[in-house]
Nanobody
Framework: QVQLVESGGGLVQAGGSLRLSCAASGRTFSIYTMAWFRQAPGKEREFAAAISRSGTRTYYADSVKGRFTISRDNAKNTLYLQMNSLKPEDTAVYYC?????????????????WGQGTQVTVSS
């Protein structure tokens, strides 16, 4: 089992940047495929980005492609999401998630473990 704790959220103006972190503890971090999801008020949770166990493969939702970068540091047991050119529609609670089987999914049921989330608010 793995425990996930997100940080780095906050309030930023449109066009600005934020870097989210997700610290993992418990089982060896490098065995998990990792992902970021987000949930805006009144909307379902949606996939944002995912990264393979080794970090060599990354995947993005069309809505964030070219603006967000997912990365991981397996030595530090930490997942990151660099968010640039933020838009008001990026406002959401951002969650990191872990998948045990090494598969890369884009839906919530694909992932086994979740953090508590961190709020990102982008003002216009």
């Amino acid at each position: 089992q793995v425990q996930l704790v997100e940080s780095g959220g906050g309030l930023v103006q449109a066009g600005g940047s934020l870097r989210l972190s997700c610290a993992a503890s418990g089982r060896t971090f490098s065995i998990y495929t990792m992902a970021w999801f987000r949930q805006a008020p009144g909307k379902e949770r949606e996939f944002a980005a995912a990264i393979s166990r080794s970090g060599t493969r990354t995947y993005y939702a069309d809505s964030v492609k070219g603006r967000f970068t997912i990365s991981r540091d397996n030595a530090k047991n930490t997942l990151y999401l660099q968010m640039n050119s933020l838009k008001p529609e990026d406002t959401a609670v951002y969650y990191c998630a872990a998948e045990i089987h090494g598969l890369v999914g884009t839906t919530s049921p694909d992932y086994n473990y979740w953090g508590q989330g961190t709020q990102v608010t982008v003002s216009s």
